[in-house]
């Protein structure tokens, strides 16, 4: 008698119902971080930061032009589908590499693709959830072919095929998977000319794909009409870009810090309700025997995305570039608990799978009913906010990311206020930027770019261009050697400050706006709100106004009114400028401690006591 072959509708019907769910909550507009920066490259079809994940751009930008749907909305879109449909090939893995029956499978296809840092990458623009599809392709092929019994030249061209168009898109992705197929193939690639045969046909596929990829970038190279990252004139541009030559000040080897960079990771993840399935999947992997002899397959995504990630100097696991690289090892950890659940009867399979489900939805700091992106707009609010306050054909100086990137995509793609030259103080070291700059505003003096130091480079265009001057933190004041002024967003410079005016109330009014609504749900969001406040009150103290500065921390801490601000407080002048440990953005709590040490410095102890008592 034989045994009926598993059912296969598991797979399609969890990637349905996470599609559904993915694309309701998913973001309609620009989010934190590179969200901004790849919806511009995307949307022009330029070229990002490095290694400049060509396919991923070029299926972004046909996903911007989807009939019928905004660009924004489109691009989030395709995260959302290549999350939902991870779903597939970890279902190909389950039901070869553990059988277990339809409905505990769905069960625990449908808690790891509920898993709140899943969700996190299925809801923005990135890449991640394109990647991490491609490799857990790559490794359910891979699987395929070693339970055949390794396959020959053809499978392992295709295998490598599929790792180059992985490498389109993160090459980091592409060598974990590839490297886990190899690794976990080598017991039946025997006799050694058999193993030479299948490497030499997937390192073959995988060049050829690479190389089609990058093709893209050759063709882009020299275009000025969008942000095209660069230079990549000679060979050693090309080398230089691809190595990542502008992260080189990014402390990329700490490997004394990767323990507690792991011990970071695990304790996010619970604050993500997310351990105890992540945990469990790793247990099945090491008690399942048929998972066992495969282990390669999960260990080594998940020990190459952790040495990509855990040996940064400064390690942050809610930004989505550190988060990302672990998600197809919490994808391939749906095996494991696959192998846990294959232990149990069918019937007790299936509560487990809903316990392990209903555990996902429910714990953490943001259970099911908390996460939406789809009224977060703040990133487009604030750049609208920074662009119509501008004064005509100003120069915008601005360096942090919830800033940069939402104003270039309003600006670059959406055309609004093409008068305001934002300027990206990060890349103003980088030649290639001027030339993107130069080509976008046709009217700005060129400049002789050599200069001992960026602050010297952006005073001879400010020299030069006769125009007003504003930045988004006062600090640029200090290197630029020009008098600033408060305004409404960010400081004017120079003389421009005879001019200029300061809303406060309106500053105040958008931020409490933000805190009460979606954005303050959004944890990520709720930092920026709070470091917008401090950054205004760090630069209120140091022009002497501690009462405004007292209430722009105010307006960036949830329920800020109960904290008392007394009018007409002078700082004195000895007083030294407001200090903190390096966080995240900002925080409420950091606004109380910076409010504290004013209340201080002005000797207004029972007001500060109230700060440190949250009212």
Not at 127 to 139: E, I, S
Not at 334 to 355: C, H, I, S, Y
Not at 423 to 442: C, E, I, K, T
Not at 451 to 460: D, F, G, Y
Request: proline share 7%; glycine share 12%; net charge neutral.
């Amino acid at each position: 008698m034989t045994t009926p072959a598993p059912a296969r509708w598991p797979g399609p019907a969890a990637a349905g119902v996470l599609l559904v769910w993915y694309a309701l909550t998913m973001a309609r507009d620009l989010v934190w971080f590179d969200s901004g920066e790849l919806a511009l490259v995307g949307a022009q079809l330029g070229l990002g930061h490095p290694p400049g994940q060509p396919l991923y751009t070029v299926i972004l930008h046909g996903f911007s032009r989807l009939p019928g749907l905004d660009p924004l909305v489109g691009m989030n879109l395709l995260s959302a589908l290549c999350a939902a449909a991870c779903a597939l090939p970890a279902d190909a893995l389950l039901r070869r590499a553990v059988g277990l029956s339809a409905w505990p499978r769905l069960l625990a296809l449908l808690a790891v693709g509920g898993l709140a840092p899943v969700w996190d990458q299925a809801t923005r623009i990135e890449l991640y959830a394109l990647a991490t599809l491609l490799v857990l392709t790559l490794v359910a092929a891979g699987h395929r072919t070693i339970l055949g019994g390794g396959g020959g030249a053809l499978a392992w061209l295709g295998l490598g095929a599929l790792a180059g168009l992985a490498a389109g898109v993160n090459p980091v992705f592409a060598l974990g998977g590839a490297l886990g197929v190899g690794v976990a193939a080598l017991p039946v690639l025997k006799p050694r000319r058999r193993l030479g045969v299948a490497v030499g046909a997937a390192a073959l596929g995988a060049v050829a794909m690479v190389g089609l990829c990058y093709l893209y970038v050759w063709q882009v190279r020299d275009r000025t009409d969008t942000l095209v990252w660069g230079p990549l004139e000679t060979g050693g541009d090309w080398l230089r870009y691809l190595a990542g030559a502008d992260y080189a000040g990014t402390e990329h080897g700490a490997w004394g810090k990767a323990p507690g960079h792991l011990v970071d990771w695990a304790t996010w993840l619970v604050g993500q309700g997310a351990l105890p399935v992540v945990m469990l999947g790793v247990a099945g992997w090491t008690v399942a025997t048929g998972l066992r002899r495969h282990l390669a397959l999960w260990a080594i995504p998940f020990l190459v995305g952790a040495a990509f990630t855990f040996t940064y100097g400064t390690f942050y696991p809610e930004i989505p570039d550190y988060n990302g690289y672990q998600m197809p090892a919490l994808w391939l950890g749906a095996m494991g608990l696959g192998g846990l659940l294959r232990w149990v009867q069918p019937r007790r399979a299936t509560a487990l799978g809903a316990v392990l489900l209903v555990s996902v939805l429910v714990t953490g700091e943001r259970p099911v009913w908390a996460r939406s992106r789809a009224g977060i707009d703040l990133p487009r609010t604030l750049a609208t906010a920074w662009l119509t306050a501008a004064p005509p054909r100003a120069l915008l100086l601005v360096e942090s990311d919830h800033l940069v990137f939402p104003l270039m995509y309003l600006q670059a793609v959406e055309r609004q206020r093409p008068d305001v030259v934002v300027l990206n103080v990060g890349f103003a070291n980088s030649s290639w930027y001027w030339r993107w700059l130069f080509a976008s505003h046709p009217d700005l003096p060129r400049i002789a770019l050599a200069a001992p130091s960026v602050p010297e480079r952006l005073r001879r265009l400010i020299d030069a261009a006769g125009r007003p001057v504003m930045a988004e933190t006062v600090a640029w004041a200090f290197h630029l050697r020009m008098a600033p002024c408060a305004a409404t967003w960010g400081f004017a410079l120079g003389v421009d400050c005879a001019t200029v005016r300061d809303d406060a109330p309106a500053f105040h009014d958008q931020l409490r706006a933000a805190l009460n609504g979606a954005e303050g749900e959004d944890p990520i969001s709720f930092r920026v709100v709070a470091l917008l406040g401090a950054q205004r009150a760090e630069g209120l103290w140091f022009l002497g106004d501690a009462s405004l500065a007292l209430q722009a921390l105010r307006a960036g801490i949830p329920e800020g009114e109960r904290l008392p601000v007394p009018p007409d407080l002078r700082r004195p002048a000895a007083a030294g400028p407001l200090a903190g440990p390096p966080i995240l953005l900002g925080h409420p709590e950091r606004n109380r401690a910076f409010g504290v040490q004013v209340l201080e410095q002005l000797d207004r102890e029972d007001d500060a006591a109230r700060w440190r008592r949250g009212g």
